[in-house]
């Protein structure tokens, strides 16, 4: 049973929140450091100027 009050779904489609490639960048790199034991630093740094997939955007929820 859920015990959070808060609404699982937002009646408001101005609640979009604005997508910061650095943090992302530094979730998988801080993901990616625990699972492998390598450096976050390390790994965002290669994320970072790894340029195969520079073109492609991230899928985010129209604010239509």
Known sequence: MLSSTLPLVSNSP???PVIDSHRII?????S???E?????????A???????FSALDLATPSAA
């Open 14 to 16: 101005s609640a979009v």
């Open 26 to 30: 530094r979730a998988v790199a801080s």
């Open 32 to 34: 990616t450091a625990i």
């Open 36 to 44: 492998t034991g390598q450096g976050i630093q390390e790994l965002e």
């Open 46 to 52: 290669q994320l970072q100027t790894d340029s195969r």
